[in-house]
Structures are given as structure tokens and as C-alpha cells.
């Protein structure tokens, strides 16, 4: 018995580091485009609910708690959101974008809620939300 409780304490001891280290890369593996894509999100929530979106920076702190990850971006300055952008299915203006998307190309998010990336010669041509 003491045998099997050993054995079965060493599985558990050298599957763990295992386990954990598969939650690890989805983790890490967020880029920019699941961050548009949660300020798509915020957008479309707040549409729902008939909520005008942030027109400005210190209107972010109101729809803040839908954005845990893209808002310090916002704050950075990395990620840039056309403010008062809202949600409007099928516009394919863009609404936020990476900040190098300017100049490199980068993802970008549209009215509707599309998360695509774009190089910088597309991202010039494509209108922007007012």
C-alpha cells in the first residue's frame, strides 16, 4: 500500500508542472489581435445595452472593466481607438488598431467587430470611424 501511495505521489508530483505549463502559452499567447478584439467586444456590449462608447480617455474608467487587458494598452498609447467609435455591423471602418499599424501594418479592428491584420498601405486606404 505504501508502495502504490509513493508511486501514485511521484505521478501526481511530475504531472504537475505539466499541467500547469499548458494554461501557460494561452497565456501568453494573447497578441494585439485578441486585444481589438476585446475592445469588439466592449463595443457591442455597450450597443446592446444602448450605452453611447468612451469619446475620449477619461470616459475609458466607465467601460473599463470589460477591457482587463486592452485598456493599460489604451492607456499606453500601443493600441489606439478611434474614441466614440461604436459598434455598426457590416461598417468596415476601422475603430482601433495597433499603433505601429500606421507605418508597419498590424491588426486593426473594424466597426463591425472584424479583427484582421493589415499591411500599412491598406490600413492608409481603409476609412476610419468618426
Known sequence: ?????????????????????????????????????????????VSEEGRKPPSKLSELESVEPMLPLAGPLLRSGELIYVWGAA???????????????????????????TVKEVTADEFRATPKAK
Open 87 to 113: 459598434y455598426v455591423p457590416g461598417s468596415q471602418k476601422v475603430a482601433a488598431f495597433e499603433k505601429k499599424a500606421e507605418a508597419e501594418g498590424g491588426w486593426v479592428l473594424l466597426q463591425d467587430g
Open 1 to 45: 500500500m505504501r508502495r502504490f501511495a509513493f508511486h501514485t505521489a511521484v505521478i501526481v508530483f511530475l504531472a504537475l508542472p505539466a499541467g500547469c505549463g499548458e494554461n501557460r502559452p494561452a497565456v501568453q499567447g494573447l497578441n494585439r489581435k485578441d486585444h481589438l478584439d476585446e475592445i469588439g467586444q466592449m463595443m457591442k456590449g
